[in-house]
């Protein structure tokens, strides 16, 4: 069965520091992988996917994340983050086969960013 | 624009009531689905509809039910059955075929049980 954990279930930051958000899946089979990002009392938005190619995928407000099949992990990270990226952020996997009726969500991670 | 609205946004009940989640979409998706969210554990799927008239049941679709009538319209029934209803209950479509699993949410439902 496939999992998600995201290992950090907050992360305080200061403004216009680098910060990584680390996500690693357990899978038996080839994956699609997905950060989302959910604001207080909003629903998720897609920052990034990957499908296939380039494991290097960037996303929308600057965040990017990278595709490591051999220690199964798609870590998002910003280089320098704004104080309005202080938000939820979630990592999901779908399985190839499957497709997306079976995404599996990780805990989320709280992103915290200080002035 | 395209989108996915839920409502209401805000739901009080009391325990032994049933109540319907609406949710619509007008993005001509043909899958949708209800995640329940609880704080700390991510988003759990509760139902999922592939095509109209057709559903299945996900993780969780102990003391929920729903019904997919037409392809804009899968509303949500929180039933008696339901231990712990209070949660934050999402929509969300995907296209098919070609489902990656990439999936576009509404904003969302708070239900709580007084």
């Known amino acids: 069965a496939q999992s998600v954990t995201q290992l950090d279930s907050q992360v305080p930051v200061f403004e216009e520091a680098p910060v990584e958000l680390r996500c690693n899946y357990s899978?038996?089979?080839?994956?699609?992988l997905f950060w989302y990002v959910q604001y207080p009392n909003q629903g998720l938005q897609l920052l990034l996917k990957?499908?296939?190619?380039?494991?290097l995928v960037k996303g929308i407000n600057g965040f990017e994340a990278e595709f490591n099949k051999s220690q199964t992990s798609f870590h998002l990270r910003k280089p320098s983050v704004h104080i309005s990226d202080t938000a939820e952020y979630f990592c999901?996997?779908?399985?190839?086969?499957?497709?997306?009726?079976?995404?599996?969500f990780g805990a989320g991670t709280r992103l915290f960013v200080k002035a | 624009d395209g989108g996915i609205t839920q409502s209401p946004k805000y739901l009080f009940r009391k325990e032994g009531q049933n109540v319907t989640l609406s949710c619509e979409q007008n993005?001509?998706?043909?899958?949708m689905y209800w995640y329940r969210q609880d704080p700390g554990q991510g988003l759990r799927l509760i139902y999922y509809?592939?095509?109209?008239?057709?559903?299945q049941k996900g993780d969780i679709a102990e003391g929920y039910s729903v019904s997919r009538e037409k392809k804009e319209s899968f509303p949500l029934t929180v039933t008696s059955a339901q231990k712990n209803p209070t949660a934050f209950y999402l929509c969300?479509?995907?296209?098919?075929?070609?489902?990656?699993?990439?999936?576009?949410f509404g904003e969302g439902s708070r239900l709580t049980v007084l």
């Open positions: 969300a479509s995907s296209i098919v075929p070609a489902n990656t699993g990439e999936l576009f």
């Open positions: 509809s592939q095509i109209v008239n057709d559903f």
């Open positions: 993005l001509n998706h043909d899958a």
């Open positions: 999901a996997v779908s399985d190839v086969h499957t497709g997306g009726f079976k995404t599996i």
């Open positions: 899978s038996s089979v080839s994956v699609y």
């Open positions: 990957y499908l296939s190619g380039s494991t």
